[in-house]
């Protein structure tokens, strides 16, 4: 198994597209950072985005937040859409299937590398993040959304758990395009499909008259670290975005392992 | 040999919505056979064989290898040591050659590792090893295809339309491969559409039409099968022919330029000749023309040699 999940990391790091989704999530908060220093306001209405200039701490927060609607989506989908269609695409999947590996142990491959992709890329964005706005503006204390300082020791560990929780959605959004991956064969649909998934979730979410389903959209859990951000924290969203999040996930990685063991591996 | 045949087909169907791609095939690859599976293309030649590595799943009927069937038992156990490919052998072309060959190692359980530069160098690929496979031509990722194969050290090679198309050169170097992987005791099944090919390389061979099985057995059976012709010139062909039409066994006698055809057996021509000696008639000629193995392929097969240029389209 580890065997497998070394050689789909070695792949993805052999592919353009990594490094596209990889640079672009390292790019977005150095940019962000570049701008502010140049232009006077800044994005007040977002949460800690009040903050922004008082601390590098407060930039991978409010990237974070930016980078919900479109952006993570996008560069997970990138990845996740094209890791099983590529096999298609380049017709070896006939060629992994006839060594000495089950079906099964050959997907999880590729479920785990590219969930560990989209770790990395949330990672990476913090980290410049944290590291341009600490440049720009020092690595001081943080308000946290409940109005309170957090030390930067702390908010550093606030940071790093509210990635963790931010996870969890874009974990979703990569089941769904490893799954349309695996049934349309064609990356370029899955990326796109997956993509038209995440939007579709955000518009739902702020349609009115669903404040009953709101709490369970898939769009609602990249929110769900603001909980971390309150004195004191609220386990609720956290808790929450868990096992929402994971039926998000499991439900279209169990259809495409179902799809993927049974199909007929032909040339397309 | 003991222990179950190397590749058993039994009643084997593979269905496409309404297309039959393969219909009731029945096939046995003893131990040491080098098995020509012959036929025209689109005939289900390709169907047949990813049935065998577990790729597609069989609609009727079942193959094992070795007595495990990829279907019931999972491919890992069924393809033990089992190697081969179908249509042609597919890498990554963003990773060079010998790292193909790693992952490919590492997907066996590492162990032939240390004779990845052994088998490029085998296959007259070592000083090209470290290039992208995007960028080498068809033989070149043909013989790659070998070289990945023979990484499992297997008992039994499946291979697709192996020297399909390469050139000339690449033909020979590909028989002469197959040829001596044979030698060391290797079971290989060979699919082609290529009578020469199988001719040279098989002493066996099951031949296959819109996918089913017409022929299996040894070529030279399928030659013996065939009933002689035997072309006559004698001196007074009207005499002649009607001791030709008195003859026992000599059958299907007609005029032709004239001459004389008939088919008959041998022991029924020598009769013929010491009858036609003994009513005094001169013979000039007494020629048998077996059909050739191309004619009674072509026969077979529906007239369809199976020249036209294969399509990446097609099911099989």
Known sequence: MTAVYRWEIVKLLAQK????????????????????????????????????????????????????????PLITSLVAGDVVASESHNGTLKTILTRSRERGQVFLGKVLATLTYTAVVVVAMATVGLVAGGLAWGFNPLTSLSGTQVSTGHGLALLAASIAVYFLPLAGIAAFALMLSTVTR??????????????????????????????????????????????????????????????????????????????????? | MSGPPPVAARGLVKRYGKIVAVDQVDLTVEPGDVFGYLGPNGAGKTTSLRMMLGLIRPTEGSVELFGRDPVRDGARKALAGVAGFVEAPRFYPYLSARKNMRLLAAYDGGQARGRIDELLELVELQDRAGDKVGGYSHGMRQRLGIAASLLRSPR?????????????????????????????????????????????????????????????????????????????????????????????????????????????????????????????????????????????????????????????????
Request: hydrophobic share 50%; with cysteine.
């Open chain 2, 156 to 316: 039994l090679l499946l291979l697709d339309e192996p020297t399909t198309g390469l050139d000339p050169a690449g033909m020979r170097d590909m028989r002469a491969l197959v040829r001596r992987l044979a030698s060391e005791g290797i079971t290989v099944l060979l699919s082609s559409h290529l009578l020469g090919e199988v001719e040279e390389l098989c002493n066996r061979v099951a031949i296959i039409r819109t996918g089913k099985i017409v022929y299996e057995g040894t070529l030279g059976d399928l030659l013996a099968t065939a009933t002689a012709e035997y072309r006559l010139r004698a001196v007074e062909p009207e005499r002649a022919r009607m001791i030709c039409l008195a003859q026992a066994g000599v059958e299907n006698v007609r005029a032709e330029d004239g001459e004389l055809r008939f088919q008959a057996d041998e022991e029924a021509v020598a009769a013929l000749s010491i009858a036609l000696g003994q009513a005094r008639i001169g013979v000039t000629a007494l020629v048998p023309e077996r059909a050739s193995l191309e004619e009674l392929f072509l026969g077979m097969t529906g007239g369809d040699s199976g020249d036209k240029t294969p399509t990446r389209e097609e099911v099989a």
């Open chain 1, 17 to 72: 597209r990594t490094y596209l989704g990889l640079g672009a999530a390292m790019l977005v908060p150095l940019i962000f950072v570049v701008v502010l220093q140049f232009q006077s306001g800044g994005p007040n209405d977002v949460p800690l985005g009040r903050y922004i200039r008082d601390t590098g701490l407060a930039v991978p927060f409010v990237a974070l937040f930016f980078m919900s609607f479109w952006a993570f």
């Open chain 1, 186 to 268: 064609n990356s370029a649909a899955s990326v796109v499909g997956s993509l038209m998934w995440a939007l579709l979730m955000q518009l739902i979410s702020v349609l009115p008259g669903i404040e009953g389903i709101r709490p369970y959209l898939l769009a609602t859990q990249f929110e769900a670290w603001h909980g971390f951000l309150r004195v004191p924290a609220d386990w609720a969203p956290v808790v929450r975005a868990a096992w929402v999040c994971s039926l998000y996930a499991f439900i279209p990685l169990a259809f495409a392992y179902v799809v993927f063991l049974r199909r007929d591996v032909t040339e397309d």
